[in-house]
């Protein structure tokens, strides 16, 4: 199946400093891919919507200041969670659509990535 | 009303035993519904999707209802490896809007 490699899998960072997360395709181009994040005893909740060569859309009550998203090529796409504070303390989680099988609606999940802030 | 509602049990069931989780959504513009696998601190992978006539992938049984806009999973046989929180999934507008369920988790007892 398609893989999704996500990228760091765990980070801590002290307060008010700015975090990177990757989101690569490794044998697929995804023109989609949604960011996501999980608090805990919580669903999944989308964030935003990733396209590759434009703006990313963003899901009611997201800062699109405050996660920055770029997706510069067909096969990554990295969120930057600025100025970081406690409250962003969770886990984020990445995921593709294949464009080669859209139809099929099925997604790959990055790793996700657990994000600490001191 | 959350938009995909799941009992977020644990469900505990032994070896051999016939579960079901069901799925209710409120968007009844919905379009794709999937039955996603999580393992604990893993990523979810895609169990099955859900289409209009039910469909049926080895021990694994998904119905949509779509009158009453819930989603059911069966799982006949358990195994041990079944043991997973399963996400309801629900999406409109070819994956634009994605929502998931809070999950059910499942354990499967020797």
Redesign the interface.
């Known amino acids: 199946g398609a893989v999704?490699s996500q990228h760091p899998s765990r980070v801590i960072c002290k307060s008010g400093t700015s975090v990177k997360i990757e989101c690569r395709s490794l044998d697929f181009q995804a023109t989609?891919m949604?960011w996501?994040r999980q608090f805990p005893?919580?669903?999944?909740?989308?964030m935003a919507?990733s396209n590759e060569g434009s703006k990313a859309?963003y899901e009611q009550g997201v800062e699109k200041d405050k996660f920055l998203i770029n997706h510069a090529s067909l096969t990554l796409s990295t969120l930057t969670v600025t100025s970081a504070h406690p409250e962003d303390s969770s886990f984020y989680?990445c995921s593709a659509?294949d464009m080669d099988r859209?139809n099929?609606?099925?997604?790959f999940?990055?790793?996700?990535s657990r994000l600490t802030v001191l | 009303r959350k938009e995909v509602e799941q009992d977020p049990g644990p469900f505990n069931v032994p070896e051999g035993a016939t579960v079901a989780f069901n799925c209710t959504y409120s968007n009844s513009a919905s379009q794709s519904f999937f039955w996603y696998r999580q393992d604990c601190r893993k990523e979810p992978k895609l169990l099955m999707s859900v289409y209009s006539s039910g469909n049926e992938d080895g021990r694994f049984t998904a119905q949509l209802n779509r009158a009453s806009q819930y989603i059911s999973l069966l799982i006949r046989d358990s195994k041990l490896s079944d043991s997973a929180t399963y996400l309801c999934v629900v999406a409109s507008g070819g994956y634009q809007k994605v929502t998931f369920g809070i999950g059910t988790k499942l354990q499967v007892i020797p």
Do not use: D, R
């Not at chain 1, 005893?41 to 989308?46: I, V």
């Not at chain 1, 099929?104 to 997604?107: I, K, N, R």
């Open positions: 999704v989609t949604f996501y005893k919580q669903s999944l909740m989308l919507t859309t989680i659509e859209a099929t609606g099925e997604l999940f990055g790793e996700g």
